[in-house]
């Protein structure tokens, strides 16, 4: 059973930092490109940054660019988001995904909020 745990979010001024971590099991983690998303209310969910098996960066959106670092550890089933110079229009629930065989599989998210 494919499960994501994120973890790190939380409360954050603006110019702050955070960084998210998503612990994988289930599946064999280092086969597959992992991404990170986020979600504001009454908004379709956005991708924000992927990250290959070997880790190679092929995506990130425009508006995090420059800010924010996905990383991974495949010795420990674990993706990383490394949010820099956090803007109050960061604030959303942040989820990592795999895409399996067509298939999606999401974490529960963790809550991130920039705001002074």
């Known amino acids: 059973q494919v499960q994501f745990v994120e973890s790190g979010g939380g409360l954050v001024q603006p110019g702050g930092s955070l960084r998210l971590s998503c612990t994988a099991s289930?599946?064999?983690?280092s086969r597959w490109s992992i991404e990170w998303y986020r979600q504001t209310p009454g908004k379709q969910r956005e991708?924000?940054?992927?990250?290959?098996?070997?880790?190679?960066?092929?995506d990130s959106a425009d508006s995090v660019k420059g800010r924010f670092t996905i990383s991974r550890d495949n010795a420990k089933n674990t993706v990383y988001l490394q949010m820099n110079s956090l803007k109050p229009e960061d604030t959303a629930v942040y989820y990592c995904?795999?895409?399996?065989?067509?298939?999606?599989?999401w974490g529960q998210g963790t809550q991130v909020t920039v705001s002074s």
């Open positions: 289930g599946f064999t983690f």
């Open positions: 995904n795999v895409k399996i065989a067509t298939v999606d599989y």
């Open positions: 991708l924000v940054a992927r990250i290959t098996n070997a880790g190679i960066i092929t």
